[in-house]
């Protein structure tokens, strides 16, 4: 899978089936989208292609700030790569890109990709002030020898899913629900750093990651994870939050990792939440404190051990 970051740089030769979205968190949805796009280039000999943005539209059309995204541009593109899209290309989104026209952005999609075919949602619309929607994309398609595929979404109980509901899932600590929505377990990696060492002091060590400031992370609780070194996975269990025991005022994401004991300052932790253990909560003493983590650790135990069983179990021959 090719990822490239200038729509100039693609000059792709073959033909080429062509989606353009945002598509944060490459959820269901869009899974949906992209296996039936791959399954059509394969079937035409033509080359399954990914348009999308970074940084997203929204960002820089609404001025929003801060934990927006659920994948940074390069989880997204590993996550297309295992749908079998041959190029992603995540074109910068700036004020200049934002006042290209729809017929020109047209012309360069039709000259860097060798567009055959467009497939885009009803609600569609690219260009300045969104002139191109999906009509006024057909009437290209016909003047410059293209056709425009219109896709259903995938709906999930009547409702679309969408990166809006999963982003908000997770903002409420329902790891569980942007799960189903996303078709796996959401993640977050960092690199690990020093903190103040208070888990080590109690007898509970915690891996400190430095997150990516753009990303969503889970409201403030403690969840059951998987923590990833390298190819190495290990049960966790991770405290999002201020440590108000401790009068803390800064959010942290903090792994302990269960029958862990190594040094692993400076590498790089995936943590992939599966559950909610409980909200966050002020106890009144470090008695009080070590005796409840004692009790979330064999709870996230024993939640990962049966997830782990019940997935070998079905992956069994």
């Given at each position: 899978m090719n990822h490239i970051y200038d729509l100039v740089q693609a000059q792709i030769q073959q033909p080429s089936i062509v989606t353009i979205g945002v598509f944060d968190g490459v959820h269901r949805g869009h899974q949906h989208l992209i296996r039936k796009l791959v399954e059509a280039a394969q079937t035409t000999n033509r080359?399954?292609?990914?348009?999308?943005?970074?940084p997203h539209p929204d960002m820089v059309v609404r001025g929003l700030q801060g934990r927006y995204y659920l994948t940074s541009p390069e989880q997204k593109a590993a996550e297309l790569s295992k749908l079998g899209v041959y190029?992603?290309?995540t074109h910068a989104f700036d004020e200049q890109v934002r006042h290209i026209r729809a017929a020109d952005f047209v012309d360069r999609l039709l000259k860097h990709l060798h567009m055959?075919?467009?497939?885009?949602?009803?609600?569609?619309?690219?260009?300045?002030?969104?002139e191109g929607n999906v009509s006024f994309l057909k009437a290209q398609g016909e003047q410059k020898g293209f056709?425009?595929?219109?896709?259903?979404?995938?709906?999930?109980?009547?409702?679309?899913?969408?990166?809006?509901?999963?982003r908000e899932a997770i903002q409420a600590g329902d790891v569980t629900q942007a799960k189903d929505w996303l078709g796996r377990s959401y993640t977050v990696s960092g690199t690990v750093v020093h903190g103040e060492k208070r888990g080590r002091q109690i007898g509970f060590p915690t891996a400190n990651l430095e997150?990516?400031?753009?990303?969503?992370?889970p409201a403030n609780g403690v969840y059951a994870t998987w923590a990833t070194v390298g190819s190495e996975r290990f049960m966790a269990v991770t405290n999002i939050g201020v440590r108000p025991t401790f009068s803390g005022q800064d959010v942290t994401v903090e792994a302990h990792l269960l029958d862990f004991n190594r040094d692993i300052y400076g590498q790089e932790l995936?943590?992939?939440?599966?559950?909610?253990?409980?909200?966050?909560?002020?106890?009144?003493?470090?008695?009080?404190?070590?005796?409840q983590i004692r009790r979330d650790v064999e709870?996230?135990?024993?939640?990962?051990?049966?997830?782990?069983?019940?997935?070998?179990?079905?992956n069994a021959p």
């Open positions: 080359q399954a292609v990914v348009l999308t943005f970074f190029c992603v290309v055959a075919e467009l497939w885009v949602g009803s609600d569609f619309a690219l260009g300045y002030q969104r056709t425009v595929q219109e896709i259903d979404l995938l709906m999930n109980h009547g409702d679309v899913i969408s990166s809006t509901t999963i997150t990516w400031a753009e990303q969503v992370i995936t943590l992939t939440f599966e559950t909610r253990l409980r909200p966050e909560q002020r106890f009144n003493g470090i008695d009080e404190l070590t005796t709870a996230g135990r024993d939640y990962l051990s049966h997830q782990a069983t019940t997935n070998a179990g079905r």
